[in-house]
């Protein structure tokens, strides 16, 4: 059984930091994407970033580009996303993904169950 934990969220001032980590078990996914997408609330849910398993391939929403990197460790299974300058508006629920591509939802074919992700003003 597949599972995607995520950890690291939590509450931040504006124009700080956090790293958000996904680990990945019941299979490898060494040979896939993983990736990222968030939730606010009232919103759908959106792509947030993407890497495959060769460290020359990252997808980026425009709103985080410059701001966020994704990261893996393929020995390690897991994926990380390194969030800086945070806004407000980057407040929702991340979500890990895996074994897909793309920007859509139903791009994907694992998700974890989310952590939460708090940005004051």
């Known amino acids: 059984q597949v599972q995607l934990v995520e950890s690291g969220g939590g509450l931040v001032q504006g124009g700080g930091s956090l790293r958000l980590s996904c680990a990945a078990s019941?299979?490898?996914?060494?040979?896939?994407?993983m990736g990222w997408f968030r939730q606010a609330p009232g919103k759908e849910r959106e792509f947030v970033a993407a890497?495959?398993?060769?460290?020359?391939?990252?997808l980026y929403a425009d709103s985080v580009k410059g701001r966020f990197t994704i990261s893996r460790d393929n020995a390690k299974n897991t994926a990380s996303l390194q969030m800086n300058s945070l806004k407000p508006e980057d407040t929702g629920v991340y979500y890990c993904?895996?074994?897909?591509?793309?920007?859509?939802?139903?791009?994907?074919?694992?998700w974890g169950q989310g952590t939460q992700v708090t940005v004051s003003s």
């Open positions: 993904t895996a074994g897909g591509w793309g920007t859509s939802v139903w791009g994907w074919d694992y």
């Open positions: 019941g299979r490898t996914f060494s040979s896939d994407a």
């Open positions: 890497r495959t398993w060769s460290d020359g391939n990252t």
